[in-house]
């Protein structure tokens, strides 16, 4: 179900839709000019390991907000904000695994929980294409592809495992403007990780993400792959932690941060 046609123009209106259950697919596309961001929601013993690991890994995970203990709210990056309800879908994690796929955690919320918002990668696409450099998943229609990679990321506590990336098919050119626009957003994942040879990174197969939805890489062009946001859920599951929730990919929280604001130089 998408917003019914109502026009979402700000992280608020998203917020209120998911709220409503008006909004429960992809934000993509909402909210323009808006920053969004992953969630990873965490026991308040695992959350001083948890913010360590994203310092060690800024470019998957770049923090952008991190609640007090068993507060739902996040008044630093939106007014009105209830991250029980505000976010179109969620995954719950027992043991690693996801047990439930819901619009509403607030059945799972508990007072010892610690909520981190890291920055998304809809940040820079906007950037991309005002810049007329065009994006194969938003002209389908579809969630960007992601792929757990053989890129470790740099452990903290029980989290470790391997980054994750979203890829973006491009020709030479239009990558190397990508790296010049993204370079300037380190808060949403900054410039590329890896281009072209997807095997050098341990990806065998374009057209079979982990998550999102495959696209079509046409010739003359070259897969370019970006850390991503959806790193931490990877290794939530790979260290098997006894509790813990997060956004279902492609379902992000709008906040009322703008993303011009994160661009530097």
């Known amino acids: 179900m998408s917003s ?4 979402l123009a700000t992280g608020l209106d998203v917020r209120l839709a998911s709220r409503s259950g008006t909004l429960t697919d992809s934000t993509a596309g909402f909210a323009p000019g808006y920053v969004q961001a992953n969630l990873a929601i965490l026991p308040e013993r695992l959350a001083g390991d948890f913010l360590r690991f994203c310092q060690r890994n800024p470019k998957p995970c770049p923090l952008i907000g991190v609640s007090e203990v068993g507060d739902p709210t996040l008044a630093a990056i939106g007014a009105d904000l209830d991250i029980r ?3 179109p879908g969620y995954r719950v994690f027992r ?3 996801v ?3 819901t619009t509403d955690i607030r059945d799972y919320w508990r007072d010892d929980l610690v909520t981190f918002a890291i920055g998304c990668s809809l940040s820079f696409e906007e950037a991309l294409l005002d810049a007329d450099v065009p994006l194969r998943h938003v002209e389908a229609g579809v969630k960007v592809p992601m792929f757990r990679t053989n890129i470790a990321c740099i452990p903290a506590g029980p989290f470790a495992g391997p980054m994750v990336v979203s890829m973006r098919p491009m020709t030479p050119a239009q990558a190397i403007r990508a790296v ?4 300037r957003y380190p808060a949403v994942h900054g410039a ?3 281009i072209g040879l997807p095997e050098a990174i341990g990806i065998t197969d374009l ?3 982990d998550y999102g939805d495959a696209v079509e890489i046409r010739p003359g062009e070259l897969p370019v792959f970006w850390a991503c946001g959806v790193t931490p859920q990877s290794v939530i599951a790979a260290a098997k932690i006894d509790f813990a929730m997060a956004h279902a990919p492609g379902m992000m929280l709008a906040t009322d941060l703008k993303n011009h604001a994160l661009a530097t130089g």
């Open 180 to 183: 010049q626009i993204t370079s």
């Open 207 to 209: 057209s079979k993400p």
């Open 4 to 7: 019914g046609g109502t026009p």
């Open 85 to 87: 309800t505000d976010v």
């Open 95 to 97: 043991d690693g695994v």
């Open 192 to 194: 590329p990780v890896h």
């Open 99 to 101: 047990i439930a796929e």
